[in-house]
Structure formats: C-alpha cells, structure tokens
C-alpha cells in the first residue's frame, strides 16, 4: 500500500479531500500469549469444574483415553475443538484429571 499524500482542503484533484489530524491510537496489549492463570482465576475454574462436571464430549474422550485410544480421542477432540492444538491440550488436560482420578 502506497504511503498516504497529505489532503489538499480541495474538493477535486488527486489530493483531494478534507484536512485532518492523524490520531495517535495506543498499541493494544495481546494476552494470547500469557499461559500462566492468576490464582484466582484458577480456583474459579476448578470450582466451576467440580459443580458442573464434564460435558458429554469430554466424558466420551476420557472414556477412550481409558481404553488406550489416544488416537481416536485427539480425532474427536479435533472435531469437537476445531484445531489439533487445542485437541491436544484438551486431552493432556482429561488425561490428567484421568491420572488424579487414579491417585485418590
């Protein structure tokens, strides 16, 4: 894109338009990055996860998970998710909640 030509005030012409001031406007700040939660977001989440539970896709890949099909739980989640990344993470995340399930 060609660097904008200062505006003459005339209504005609290849510069043609109203004089204006440009507009600083500050950079906004990205937060998709940030992996890390604060502790109260965190508590909130796990007790929202306690009350309400697993929704049934998420019940369907642990019961996979339990019966050593990885792959077909990451398809599901694919499907479920719309992309392999958050497939994965999803099922990381019920293969612990699997783990801690285990361990108590």
């Known amino acids: 894109m060609a660097a904008p030509v200062a505006k003459s005030g005339i209504v005609y012409g290849p510069n043609a338009g109203h004089i204006t001031a440009r507009?600083?406007?500050p950079r906004r700040h990205t937060h998709a990055k940030s992996n890390n939660q604060s502790t109260h977001n965190k508590f909130v989440r796990d007790l929202v996860r306690e009350v309400a539970g697993y929704a049934p896709y998420e019940r369907r890949?642990?019961?996979?998970l339990k019966n050593?099909?990885?792959k077909r739980a990451r398809k599901l989640g694919k499907k479920r998710l719309g992309t392999l990344r958050r497939a994965?993470?999803?099922?990381?995340?019920?293969s612990a909640a699997i783990a801690a399930a285990r361990r108590h």
Do not use: N, P, Q, T
């Not at 890949?61 to 996979?64: N, P």
């Not at 994965?88 to 019920?94: A, I």
């Open 23 to 25: 507009r600083e406007i």
């Open 68 to 70: 050593s099909r990885d």
């Open 88 to 94: 994965k993470r999803k099922v990381d995340e019920l």
């Open 61 to 64: 890949i642990m019961e996979l």
